[in-house]
């Protein structure tokens, strides 16, 4: 893993593809979460709602997309994640996780996040800062 | 509407941070890491114990806000925000509130919408403040009418 020193504003992390999403996605998050609201699980609440289908909860989406940091979390922790949700996410969708370094000040990093679907168009927006409490361990 | 309810919170309820609902959480959002779930990994991690992973409160429990009145259905997630004054550790007990800090509404192309601003705090067994949560949920005007009815 890099060193502190070696981040620079404008890098990239690696991005992460998730989906197709599937309803089982949804429900396990349902589960998980205890947001039981029926229109992430069930067609005819979402048609009801005027949905064009189930969609994914947006907390869902925001809650993948952190794991692009996990890898940091040995020496790190999020202070801040806040986002925007832009758009829906439907069943069969692909998303691309994103995060880019915004801007460093001392052991505080902030990067704006986006997530986006396979057509570009961007679901969720937002920032995540991430406060080092050590210097990360050199890897191989 | 929900204007006049500025202000009120809900009481403070207790909430466990169990370590077999941080696993299926960890697992709902294709993030089941050692950090979160495995005791002997975090041991060497900087917090030296497993921790929750950062959207985790959205699972507790934060109580009723008095004749808030909002459905169960028809709402929309617009915005999230999580601050946090240090990790939230598993196997720890919070207690958790909210709060409405604001409410307004805009005129758009379909109507005018309400947004709703909900203040969560997560406080640990002494008081100090752990994290706090903010969501903004969009009220549309179908909703909006039916609930000043």
């Known amino acids: 893993m890099k060193t502190l020193a070696e981040w620079k504003a404008g890098e990239a992390l690696e991005p992460v593809v998730i989906g197709p999403v599937t309803r089982l996605d949804l429900i396990r998050y349902a589960g998980a979460s205890g947001d039981f609201n029926p229109i992430h699980t069930i067609d005819e609440e979402a048609r009801l709602a005027g949905l064009p289908g189930i969609i994914a909860h947006g907390m869902w989406t925001m809650g993948n997309l952190s794991r692009l940091f996990t890898p940091f979390l040995d020496s790190a922790f999020i202070k801040e994640y806040s986002v925007r949700f832009q758009g829906m996410v439907l069943l069969g969708d692909r998303i691309t996780l994103q995060a880019v370094l915004e801007n460093r000040a001392g052991r505080t990093f902030t990067f704006a996040v986006t997530a986006v679907n396979q057509s570009d168009k961007t679901v969720l927006k937002g920032h995540l800062v991430l406060e080092w409490l050590r210097e990360p361990p050199a890897s191989e | ?149």
Not at chain 2, 63 to 78: F, N, V
Request: aromatic fraction near 8%.
């Open chain 2, 1 to 149: 509407m929900l204007r006049d309810k500025i202000g009120r919170r809900s009481g403070r309820v207790k909430n466990r941070v169990e370590s077999g609902w941080v696993q299926r959480f960890a697992e709902a959002i294709g993030n089941a890491a050692p950090v979160f779930l495995d005791e002997e990994a975090a041991a060497a991690t900087a917090h030296g114990r497993p921790i929750a992973p950062v959207t985790f409160p959205v699972t507790f429990d934060y109580g009723q806000i008095p004749d808030l009145g909002l459905p169960p259905k028809g709402l929309i997630h617009g915005e999230q925000t999580f601050r946090y004054r240090r990790p939230l550790h598993v196997g720890e007990t919070v207690y958790c509130h909210m709060e409405l800090k604001d409410y307004y509404e805009k005129v758009g192309k379909s109507g005018t919408m309400g947004f709703a601003v909900l203040a969560k705090r997560v406080e640990d067994e002494s008081g100090e403040l752990v994290c706090e949560a903010e969501q903004v949920i969009i009220i549309n005007e179908a909703v909006r009418k039916e609930m000043s009815r």
